[in-house]
């Protein structure tokens, strides 16, 4: 039953961890071997299952799945989990991506059985807890943003920005401006912006930032108009500065009718401090994964809620959960509105996502979020201020949650960021997020959030400046690495030429 | 301090402060932001709950809810996308570790080795159930996983502009379709059921050669079984894609989308160990021929090797995805639902094929003794005379959503009123009821007594 890949692994093999290291789940199978345990199968299963199902559509072949016991099963997970590393593991500052502390209050919520059991087909009113959740998630997300019109259904970021500009196109469709086809992204931006707008069928238009690393509004201004259905934007941006501009930027976007879409990656960075809708906000998502603690799960699940102003309510995905004739004593129910652009996910999003964030803003409540973009800030500025001087970081002295570097300095000596990234995981770090933004050549973004601590920051800022210092003596030793992991640096354009992607 | 998770102590701040030049934390942020953004009133939300305060509410919260588990006092024969499940003990064990729970994705692979090979695994584990070349890492579940196959289709059939699609299928997946297809200038058509299956007569009628892709379920959403060797027949003499959505779980008893020439197939894996969660506990799998392999969207892992000749895993294909290709990109997904997915090749791992069939075949098993059992006293309430696999349809007396409700006080979740997810396009009499490898000879005999009444 088991495929074998043939693939050449180094080592004679004569250690446990030399087998786990090189074997995949299917070479570890052994025919007639289980790892599970259910009761007898009852006498009349046979008799039954050819009675019921025609032979045309039977199974002719198993699949090929591997045969391990329970014990092996747990063996190779937990070797693998052991060569990835986590935010328990270690300093993760993966630019962008707020890899802080998850707590654990967060998990015991999500894990309660009255929540991990619920159908999504059962009666509102056997969900009553649940939904509670719900609708108290949209309204502190609500008042936390200034866009008090709550979905909590996107499955992530992109999947919030793609309902958003549906939800865009929806509205404007509605008014009978239908010309409007364009979404104006400053090269700031991440990827999923314009593929996002792609998505929906709206054509993204790149302005280029200024030289402060902000949207250049006169570069807005050429671009906005008759066509312009929204301007996207994240704030604070990429480069880790917040849109100082985008007020008056907004303005522009208004006056010529069009809606203004804030990217929330970053809301972490001004939480409890500054409310988008103030700047200019109409419609704005939330990555629940990183300014409110979720679990990133080695790439998801996510969740993407998406705020929008009161206007545009009617177009939010269905359902939303209300309180019955708005009734502060009534019982909490789904709501499809009419206009509702439909349905963008099955039932009603990453439930368990809710439930986490739910905890994490109770626990935290209105000083304890105000402390989360106070501290991110804090943190991220004082490891600039500790790397300034060793390294190029363009842009000023101060930034919100993340700064950029730009290691074409480095890169002159011989050492690229790529390599400086992989030297970090020798050290032991993982490494920041690498070549992006796109407008930073040689970017190596750093974020560091709120759940740090000094020592780390010093450590971590005492590795860099000896790699800096390694660039300018001796680059190679850097290029060479990593070294201390499972394996060193991959093939990836063998991998992409001759895609293997199954066993 | 307000925050529990911030470890900076007060003199640390001051030191930190120091170095960065700056008198307090609000200077930093009013050198950023204009000072009549910063909002400085109350936000007005719940106050700060201690953990141990926390706890207590959550577990009210919960306690709040009615779930069908052991001691509940309910049984669960509910289904229609989302069911009632074994879930082995140690799935939650090792997902659970923190490498897994708290990384992200693995953009490194020298550090996320251990995560690449699971999504590999998992890769290869959908594609052999699937019996499909190409599996990709997933997608966010069921529903977005047809919405990226239409969007697939369309982009290698990109003159034609009409999707055909069943109307069999699960209802918030046509919806879902709808919406994602809204604004594009394509057709949408429903091909109306008869007798609970996709007319092949009418499909025939349906399509022509505008048609980018016809795509059905099977098992269907009322959990009759599609004559896909004939649907597929039928898409592909007009040069349509073939799009089928197939329960994981079924294929350990029933033919696996390749064996028919389906040329994607898609799926909603929360019947491989994931909790029913409200339905939020999902992963959407995605499965296709080899050609379309540069067109799949979301993360793929290949197999490679590093400098010294050892295997080892990558995200490949990349410049297929938004943080290379932007605009251009097969697809605007970035986080997928890898810890799902990992979930689910934890339970594929345990299970083998002997446990697949096993499951599957309790599965149909003991859906078809409890439709028998209705059959027996009310012989007209099964409203389809199809083949099932995991659910039946029955015709309720009064509406079915009230049927549900007057079940709950006899200790049953009876199922899924159709009207809920519907519109009452199928009317209010029907109701969806599953009966998993979980439910007992004793459970369905109870069932059947309590049902009876509102048949």
């Not at chain 1, 007639?32 to 559509?57: H, M, Y």
């Not at chain 1, 992006?436 to 601590?453: Q, S, W």
């Amino acid at each position: 039953m088991s495929r074998r890949i043939q693939i050449a692994n180094d080592g004679d093999g004569l250690s446990v961890k030399a087998r786990l290291d090189t074997q995949t789940i299917f070479e570890l199978s052994e025919p007639g071997r289980t790892g599970f345990s259910l009761p007898p199968e009852s006498a009349d299963t046979d008799e039954i299952v050819k009675a019921a199902l025609p032979s045309e559509f039977r199974r002719n072949t198993p699949p090929a799945l591997p045969e391990v016991s329970e014990l092996t099963v747990m063996r190779h997970f937990t070797h693998l989990s052991g060569r990835t590393m986590g935010v328990e593991t270690t300093f993760y500052p993966l630019g962008s991506c707020t890899m802080k502390y998850n707590p654990k209050i967060n998990e015991y919520g999500a894990w309660l059985p009255g929540f991990t059991n619920l159908h999504p087909d059962q009666p509102t009113e056997t969900m009553q807890g649940l939904l509670e959740a719900y609708w108290q998630v949209q309204e502190i997300l609500g008042k936390l943003t200034g866009l008090p019109a709550v979905s909590l259904q996107p499955a992530a970021g992109a999947h919030g920005e793609f309902t958003a500009l549906l939800m865009t196109k929806a509205y404007f469709a509605d008014r009978g401006e239908t010309a409007r086809t364009q979404v104006i992204i400053p090269d700031t931006a991440h990827g999923t912006n314009p593929a996002s707008a792609h998505r929906v069928g709206l054509e993204p238009v790149e302005i280029k930032s200024n030289e402060r690393g902000r949207i250049d509004v006169e570069a807005l201004r050429k671009v906005v108009g008759p066509k312009t259905a929204c301007l996207m934007v994240t704030n604070p941006n990429t480069i880790g500065l917040f849109e100082d501009n985008l007020r008056e930027a907004a303005e522009l976007v208004h006056q010529a009718g069009g809606l203004v879409y804030i990217d929330g990656a970053n809301f972490n960075a001004i939480v409890g401090r500054v409310r988008p809708a103030d700047f200019g906000g109409d419609m704005m998502h939330i990555n629940l994964h990183k300014t409110f603690s979720i679990p990133h799960g080695g790439g998801g699940p996510g969740a993407g809620p998406i705020v929008v102003r009161d206007f545009l309510r009617p177009y939010l995905p269905r359902p939303t959960v209300v309180r019955q004739n708005g009734d502060a004593a009534a019982p909490f129910a789904f709501h499809n509105d009419p206009k509702s652009i439909g349905k963008i996910r099955s039932y009603f999003g990453n439930v368990a996502h809710v439930v986490r964030a739910y905890a994490y803003l109770r626990q935290l409540g209105e000083e304890g979020l105000r402390a989360v973009s106070d501290y991110a800030v804090l943190n991220a500025n004082y490891l600039l201020a500790l790397l300034a001087g060793h390294y190029d970081i363009p842009y000023g002295n101060r930034c919100m949650h993340e700064f950029v570097i730009n290691a074409t300095k480095q890169k002159n000596q011989g050492a690229k960021a790529v390599d400086i990234a992989k030297k970090l995981i020798d050290y032991g770090f993982h490494p920041p997020t690498t070549y992006f933004p796109l407008i930073v050549p040689e970017a190596l973004m750093i974020e560091p959030t709120e759940t740090e601590n000094k020592e780390m920051l010093e450590l971590f800022a005492a590795t860099m400046i000896d790699i800096a210092q390694k660039a300018e003596t001796d680059a190679a030793q850097i290029v060479d690495s990593p070294r201390t992991t499972p394996v060193q640096r991959m093939d990836e354009l063998g991998a992409a030429r001759n895609p293997v992607v199954t066993a | 301090m307000s925050n529990p998770y911030i470890q900076t102590t007060p003199e640390q701040l001051s030191e930190m402060l120091a170095k960065i030049g700056a008198a307090s934390i609000d200077e930093i942020f009013n050198d950023q932001i204009p000072a009549d953004l910063q909002y400085k009133s109350s936000f007005e939300i719940p106050e700060a709950l201690s953990e141990l305060e926390l706890q207590a509410h959550l577990a009210e919260l919960a306690a709040r809810n009615r779930v069908a588990a052991p001691g509940s006092g309910f049984v669960s024969f509910m289904g229609g996308g989302i069911y009632d499940h074994f879930v082995p003990s140690a799935i939650m064990q090792v997902a659970g570790r923190q490498e897994y729970v708290t990384g992200y994705t693995p953009y490194q692979p020298e550090a996320s080795q251990g995560l690449l090979q699971a999504f590999f695994e998992y890769q290869t584990m959908i594609s052999r159930l699937y019996d499909m070349p190409v599996a990709n890492a997933s997608l966010y579940d069921g529903a977005s996983a047809v919405g990226e196959a239409v969007f697939m289709a369309l982009g290698i059939k990109t003159e034609r502009d009409r999707i055909l699609l069943s109307q069999t299928i699960h209802p918030d997946y046509r919806s879902l379709v709808a919406t994602y297809m809204a604004h594009f200038g394509v057709k949408v058509e429903t091909v109306s059921h008869e007798d609970g299956v996709t007319p092949t007569a009418a499909l025939e009628k349906a399509i022509g050669d505008d048609v980018a892709a016809v795509v059905v379920q099977h098992p269907n959403y009322f959990g009759c079984l599609e004559d896909v060797q004939k649907i597929g027949e039928i898409a592909h003499k007009s040069d349509a894609l073939f799009i089928v959505i197939a329960d994981p779980n079924s294929l350990g008893v029933l033919a696996p989308p390749g064996s028919y020439d389906a040329d994607i197939a898609v799926g909603e894996g929360q019947p491989l160990g994931l909790n029913p969660y409200a339905g939020g506990e999902t992963v959407g799998i995605f499965t296709c021929k080899k050609d379309f392999m540069r067109r799949v969207p979301g993360r793929l892992v290949g197999l490679t090797k590093d400098k010294s000749d050892r295997r080892g895993f990558v995200l490949t294909l990349q410049t297929r995805e938004q943080h290379i290709r932007r605009a251009k990109a097969t697809s605007n997904i970035c986080t997928n639902h890898a810890h799902n997915a990992l979930r689910s090749t934890i339970y594929m791992s345990l299970m083998g094929p002997n446990g697949m069939a096993r499951v599957a075949r309790a599965c149909l098993r003991n859906t078809n003794k409890l439709k028998n059992l209705v059959e027996q006293r009310k012989p007209e309430a099964v409203a389809f005379k199809q083949p099932v696999y995991k659910e039946f349809v029955v015709r309720t007396k009064s509406p079915a959503a009230d049927v549900q409700r007057e079940m709950l006080d006899r200790g049953f979740l009876a199922g899924t009123p159709l009207s809920l997810r519907t519109n009452a396009e199928f009317g209010e009499d029907l109701l969806l009821i599953s009966a998993t490898e979980k439910r007992t000879d004793n459970e369905m005999e109870q069932f059947v007594n309590a049902l009876e009444e509102f048949l």
